[in-house]
């Protein structure tokens, strides 16, 4: 199941630890800066695409992403 709480807690931190701005998030992931700031916030949700690019962008798993799994890495 998807955990909101996890899912914006783990985007935050994957982007603080990387020290992206949001807006360079927003751009590499194809968003708007505005989106970011609703994701982190837990106000909106990603569609299915952002989501499996910001898995990406972060080198994670959809799993961890999405609070499914606490292992990060992908399988």
Request: with cysteine; charged share 25%.
């Amino acid at each position: 199941m998807f955990s909101k709480e996890i899912f914006l807690n783990r985007l935050k931190t994957l982007r603080t630890e990387c020290k992206i701005s949001s807006q360079s998030l927003a751009e590499a992931v194809g968003v708007s800066r505005p989106a970011i700031s609703r994701f982190e916030h837990g106000v909106d949700y990603p569609h299915v695409n952002t989501l499996i690019a910001l898995a990406d962008y972060f080198d994670v798993s959809l799993d961890y992403l999405a609070g499914r799994s606490d292992n990060p890495q992908r399988h």
